[in-house]
C-alpha cells in the first residue's frame, strides 16, 4: 500500500494528466514565432505597442521625471484603497470626462491595466444584469470575447466593417442593433482608433449610435484604450460626451498602456457613471466587492506615475507634447505606407481615413502567411497591421514586399 503523500501525489498526477493544451493566443503566439525566427531583418508588425522610429517602444521622459520624483518622495510600500489612490482616481476622471463633469456621479477605480477594467467592469454588471448579453463589434480586439465570456455573459457581434474590409458597415451596425438587441443588452464600443480595424465613426455616426442604444435601452460599455492617438486628447474624449447627452449611465474602461507607455506597470481604470450620487455609492461598493475577491488591490508605482504626471502642470504639459509627437509619428508611418503603395501601382488610399496605432489592410490569410514565411514579416491573418511597428529604414522594403503579397 503507498505511503499516504505518496498517495496524494499520484491522485494530483491523475488530475492534471487530464488536461489538454489550451489554443496559443492568436497574437501573443505570433509574437512567440517571431521571436524564434532567426532571420536578420524580420519585422513584427502584430502585437500592439507603439515603437519608435529605430523600433523601440520608449520610455517616456515625462515618465522618467516622474519617476525620480516619486522614488525621492515615497515613504511608503503599503497597500492602496480597494479602489485606489484618491489623487489618480480625481486626476483619471478629469483627463476623461473633463472638469466639467459632476463627478458625484462616477464610481472609479485603478485596475490593472485595460483588460483588468473590462473584465472588473463585466463582473460588477454579472451580478446586476442577469439574462443581458454583452455585444461586441465584428471584429473586435481578440480578447473581448474571452473577457466577457469568463464573466458569464453570452457574448454577440454585430456588423462593423463593410463587404471590401476598407470602412464602416454603418448602416449594418444601426440595424442589427436596433433589430436583435434587447433592453438590457451590453454593448461594447470602442471610443477611438478602433482596434483591430482603426476605423472609427464619425461624431454625427455617433450620434445616431448614442440614439438607437438609448432607444433600445441597451447599455453603453466604451473601451478607451487609445486616448490621445486619434485626433487628441480631448477630441478623442468626444464620443463619451456624446454618449452621456442621451444615457445617465455609462460604463467607461480606460487604458494608460499606450498613451503613457506604462504597458508593464498595467495601469487602467474602471469608471461607471450612474444617474445620481445615491446611486454611484451602491455602484462602487459592487466595484470594490468584485476587485476584492479577485486581485484585492491595485498596484502602486504606475498609478503613481500617472497621478504625479497629471497633477503637476509641467509634466503634464511635457506628457501632452509626447502624446502630440507618437500620434505625430502614427500618423506618417500611415501617410508613407500610402505612398510606398502607390508608387507600386496599389491603392491603398482607403488607409487614411483610419485612426490610431491599427490598420486592416485588406490582405488575406494566405497573403499574410506568405508575407511571414518568405519575408520575416509577421502580421495578423485578419490583415491588420500594427502601424506604429513601422520605421523610415523598413518602409521601401515593407511596401515592396506586399505589393508582392498582393499579386498572390
Known sequence: MLPFTNFFVAWVRLMFEHFSLAPPDSILGLNAAFDKDPRDGKLNLTVGVFKDDAGRTPILESVKLAEAKIFQDQKTKGYLPIEGGKDYIEQ?????????????????????????????????????????????????????????????????????????????????????????????????????????????????QWKEISDVLAKKKMLPFVDFAYQGFGDGLAEDAMPISILLEQHPELVICASFSKNFGLYSERVGALMMISGSPKSTEAVMSQIRTSIRCNYSNPPRHGEAIVATILSDPQLSKKWRGEVDQMRSRIHSMRSALIQGMQARGKDFGFLADQKGMFSYTGLNPMQADWLKNEKGIYIVGTGRINVAGLTSSSMESICEAIAQACSI
Open 92 to 204: 483619471v476622471n478629469r483627463l476623461v470626462l473633463g472638469p466639467e463633469f459632476d463627478m458625484s456621479r462616477v464610481a472609479t477605480a485603478h485596475t490593472p491595466g485595460g483588460t483588468g477594467a473590462l473584465r472588473t467592469g463585466a463582473d460588477t454588471l454579472s451580478k446586476l444584469l442577469a439574462g443581458s448579453r454583452f455585444w461586441v463589434s465584428n471584429p473586435t480586439w481578440a480578447n473581448h470575447n474571452a473577457v466577457f465570456q469568463a464573466a458569464g455573459f453570452e457574448t454577440l457581434s454585430y456588423r462593423y466593417l463593410n463587404a471590401a474590409k476598407t470602412g464602416l458597415d454603418f448602416d449594418g451596425m444601426l440595424h442589427q442593433l436596433s433589430q436583435e438587441g434587447r433592453s438590457g443588452d451590453v454593448v461594447c464600443l470602442h471610443a477611438c482608433c478602433h482596434n483591430p480595424t482603426g476605423i472609427d465613426p464619425t461624431l454625427e
